[in-house]
């Protein structure tokens, strides 16, 4: 086993000086998760992702205090979870795409419970590709006016919108790159063809589009761009464990039950977490069937999964249509999920975290308030 530790005060003054989030050593509550797109690696393979239409990763599900416990049989009658299924799933309350969702009872009736229970939920959302790429700025961050250091989600959302744009002919360059492990000699010729990108997309913040070139220019005269160089090549994300550790450190007075992934459970066993000195043993990994709250964490990441990638691909205009447009029962869905989020939220910011470009958190509350 590794001896290396990983302090949890690190990540705490990270949350506290980034996010303004204090306290948090001193929660003590109960997490349960679950997950979807786990890719295990993303990566460049042959000039291409590995990946075709690369969703979301997501990571969560509820949250309650330590100790409590719960039964959901009277809910799996209500309904109506054929005999033969040995556990709650998302697959048993809807199936289908979000407006054909967004009519099931079933999950109706399970997001009432998790109202009436007062169980909160938790989430951690992570893009792939914007993870992967927004070290093109961080390289930068330290030496940028403080004017553009204030401004760097907006540049790093628009970042990128500009590579996405294209997505075919920026993975093709960033392939040639051996991206993110940069020669040095190719740092200057690195920054102007992401430049030659963004100038070629159209904006509609010329501001935030010049401060965005400014950024790059700069990025051009480095000698070395420390957070793509001599990393891994090829490799975007190298593996999804680091954010399952975020959790555990994030929270490490509090417990932490993960539905049952062998190589995440080798990852964080490999390397040991500490708390005020000591080791940081707050996590356990189990089997679906053995837990009600991660059974109903399945159900919550599926509904959320089907949200965001529904919202990824429309504008906040099209979201606002298609909102203005559901009956009664998609609505009042809608406005449950919204309540569960939004009383979580005030619990604790720090139950939620977004590595995704600002453009996706608009559009996803513009389909929940």
């Not at 786990?38 to 042959?46: A, G, I, L, P, T």
């Not at 589009?209 to 891994?232: H, R």
């Amino acid at each position: 086993m590794n001896n290396f530790m990983i302090a949890a005060e690190e990540t705490l003054r990270c949350r506290e000086i980034v996010d303004g989030l204090t306290g948090l050593g001193n929660v003590s509550k109960d997490f349960y998760y679950d997950e979807t797109n786990n890719y295990r690696k993303f990566h460049f393979k042959s000039g291409r992702l590995n990946i075709d239409n690369v969703g979301e990763f997501l990571l969560g599900g509820v949250v309650v205090d330590m100790g409590r416990s719960i039964d959901i049989t009277e809910l799996k009658k209500e309904i109506r979870l054929d005999k033969t299924a040995n556990e709650l799933k998302f697959k048993h309350v809807a199936k289908g795409s979000l407006p054909d969702i967004l009519t099931s009872k079933k999950i109706k009736a399970v997001l009432e419970f998790l109202v009436s229970k007062r169980i909160d939920v938790h989430f951690q959302r992570v893009n792939s590709f914007y993870w992967g790429i927004v070290d093109i700025i961080e390289s930068v961050f330290l030496i940028l006016p403080n004017e553009l250091k204030l401004r760097h989600w907006e540049i790093k959302n628009c970042l990128y919108n500009a590579l996405t744009t294209d997505i075919e002919n920026t993975v093709n360059m960033l392939h040639t790159y051996n991206y993110p492990d940069i020669d040095s000699s190719k740092i200057s010729k690195f920054y102007d063809d992401i430049s030659c990108v963004v100038k070629k997309t159209i904006s509609t913040n010329k501001y935030l589009c010049e401060s965005l070139l400014y950024a790059l220019q700069i990025g051009g005269t480095q000698d070395e761009a420390v957070f793509i160089q001599d990393e891994k090549k090829l490799i975007l994300v190298d593996n999804y464990s680091i954010f399952y550790r975020d959790r555990l450190l994030t929270f490490p007075a509090s417990n932490h039950y993960l539905d049952m992934e062998e190589a995440v459970k080798t990852s964080l066993d490999l390397t040991r977490n500490s708390f005020q000195g000591t080791p940081l043993l707050n996590y356990k990994f189990l089997n679906s069937h053995e837990s009600d709250f991660i059974q109903l964490s399945d159900v919550i990441i599926g509904l959320m999964a089907k949200i965001i990638n529904y919202c990824n691909r429309l504008t906040e205009s099209q979201i606002i249509s298609f909102r203005r447009n559901l009956g009664n029962t998609e609505i009042h869905i809608l406005k449950l999920t919204e309540e569960l989020i939004t009383r979580s939220q005030d619990e604790s910011r720090a139950y939620f975290q977004n590595v995704v470009p600002l453009s996706h958190l608009g559009v996803l509350e513009s389909l929940l308030r």
